[in-house]
């Protein structure tokens, strides 16, 4: 794993930030990410052969159902993408682990479903601000198609820009 | 059509009279609540970076590098984080934008408490805006591929030059003539009078010919004997001066 340390440690004391009173006033920025800069990822399933299929929207008796994610920061993305990235000693370069990354995606940025509707096990459960690993564990028992549908609609967004 | 020749002829000038400066631009579209780049957006929004140059690299890379064991034998190698890179990267280098974050900077640095608010922008934008200055400042796999294929035509014996020159063997010939000859440098030769500049290209040009003309005047043709199925052997023969 990399060692090398965030530069975020030499940020000024926190009491010397509470003097500017033009940044606690400011309005952030349109580009600036807060707790509304959100999108959706919708889902659309239907059953059939005892499995749950993704299906097109408008498709005939399918469930519909949407997950809320923040969006993130440019901070968020560098460390993230840190704690997923290992050097490959045989190749001589560097590579994110994707299952990794996508994990660390859905605990910190994953704000709610509605797959919890007519399911209360399916419920998340957030700590500190990130889902539980029992929340975590909750998503991976999702069927694969399933959560490699939400993955690349998520990550079209967050690689893609949408 | 005119329109867009007169602005890409803007920009080429902007990018010749701030060597120091690269400029990118990214397109912007608004999806819901969020912002994201996006080739065929609406809004267009500027960046400007100072040249990545090579201090720059050795001063991040040293930053940013660390040990790495290869092998089976516990040997290490240094090498460098590229995601803290990127980070520092953008510290060291931008130096403006139309972002309605204004940059601050102190001793060639952005300001930590200008990076808390950078930091803060959605990731895709700024992942954007670093990934067309990368472009400008490193030569990509495919232009790499170009160059070889250019130098090899441009080194090879019987060469007469290059048809559409790529941007490092145009940089190569003139830079190095010119620098070598008139010690005109790559600052210098924007604000060069162009008509003087075609002649001493053409007197370059004329002067090379007339070297290449002397070096294979000066060769001795080897003198060769058929043989037996029609082979060719050194010759063994004398040489008589008349």
Redesign the interface.
């Known amino acids: 794993m990399p060692v090398v340390k965030s530069r975020k440690e030499n940020k000024k004391a926190p009491e010397q930030k509470q003097d500017r009173v033009d940044e606690q006033i400011m309005e952030p920025g349109k580009y600036e990410v807060t707790s509304e800069t959100t999108f959706d990822v919708e889902l659309f399933l239907k059953e059939g052969d005892g499995r749950w299929m993704v299906v097109n929207p408008g498709t005939d008796s399918a469930e519909e159902h949407k997950l809320v994610f923040r969006m993130w920061s440019y901070d968020e993305m560098v460390e993230m993408k840190k704690k997923a990235t290992t050097y490959d000693a045989t190749r001589r370069i560097h590579v994110i682990d994707n299952d990794a990354l996508n994990r660390l995606k859905i605990q910190k940025f994953l704000q709610s479903w509605t797959l919890d509707r007519e399911n209360p096990r399916l419920k998340l459960h957030r700590v500190g601000g990130v889902l539980t690993d029992e929340s975590w564990q909750t998503f991976a028992k999702l069927q694969p198609n399933i959560i490699n549908y939400i993955f690349d609609r998520m990550n079209e967004v967050y690689e893609l820009g949408g | 059509m005119s329109l867009a020749a007169e602005e890409i002829a803007k920009r080429e000038w902007e990018a010749m009279s701030n060597p120091d400066e690269v400029r990118v631009r990214i397109r912007v ?1 608004r ?8 080739p065929e957006g609406s809004l267009e929004e500027e960046a400007v970076f100072k040249v990545f140059t090579f201090g720059d690299n050795h001063i991040l890379e040293k ?4 040990k ?4 089976d034998r516990g040997n290490e ?1 240094t ?1 460098t ?4 890179f ?3 990267m ?2 060291r280098n931008l130096l403006s934008w139309t ?3 204004p940059i601050e900077r102190c001793d060639g640095w952005m300001t ?2 200008c ?14 805006f670093i990934r067309e200055f990368e472009l400008k400042s490193y030569v990509t796999e495919e232009e790499e591929r170009l160059i070889n294929r250019q130098s090899a035509i441009l080194f090879s014996e019987s060469s007469r030059g290059v048809a559409d020159a790529c941007e490092a063997v145009s940089l190569f010939c003139t830079l190095g003539n010119y620098w070598e000859k008139f010690g005109i440098n790559k600052n210098s030769l924007v604000h060069f009078p162009q008509r003087e500049y075609l002649m001493l290209k053409l007197m370059i040009g004329r002067e090379s010919d007339a070297i290449r003309t002397k070096t294979s005047a000066k060769k001795q043709p080897v003198t060769r004997i058929a043989g037996r199925g029609g082979r060719t052997r050194p010759s063994t023969g004398k040489r008589i001066s008349l």
């Open positions: 579209s999806v819901g609540s969020i912002y994201t780049p996006n930053a940013t590098g660390y790495e064991h290869v092998g190698v090498v984080e590229p995601n803290e990127k980070r520092l953008v510290k972002l309605d974050i930590p408490e990076y808390e608010r950078v930091s803060r922008i959605a990731a895709p934008v700024l992942d954007a």
